[in-house]
Nanobody, 123 residues
């Protein structure tokens, strides 16, 4: 009854830009942290960037200065603006959100994942 839907992935040349979006929908009372992860086949899922509901952010060292995370609380949506992209940014990108669904007690948070979106950076 709560789902995250990602969009914006695709193919881009090295040095180019992409913007990912992740919209949360369903019976939502509140959303705390929203985070982008990425995963290359055979590897673990790694944190890319996160943003708390107060707007504070953190980034993986590999993307600092190139990626920017933001959120629109009115739309329950988080964005990842990716600039100066590198071949090593190629991965499946997943959205994660910590949500208090409306159908559970207030303050009980649950983690939800999107289905993932492929990002491929070519040389």
């Amino acid at each position: 009854q709560v789902q995250l839907v990602e969009s914006g992935g695709g193919l881009v040349q090295a040095g180019g830009s992409l913007r990912l979006s992740c919209a949360a929908s369903g019976s939502i009372r509140s959303i705390n942290r929203m985070t982008w992860y990425r995963q290359v086949p055979g590897n673990q899922r790694d944190l890319v960037a996160g943003i708390n509901n107060d707007g504070s952010t953190n980034y993986a060292d590999s993307v600092k200065g190139r990626f920017t995370i933001s959120r629109d609380n009115a739309k329950n949506t988080v964005y990842l603006q990716m600039n100066s992209m590198e071949i090593d940014d190629t991965a499946v990108y997943y959205c994660n959100a910590i949500i208090n669904p409306a159908y559970v007690a207030r303050g009980v948070m649950r983690a939800y994942w999107g289905q993932g979106t492929q990002v491929t950076v070519s040389s």
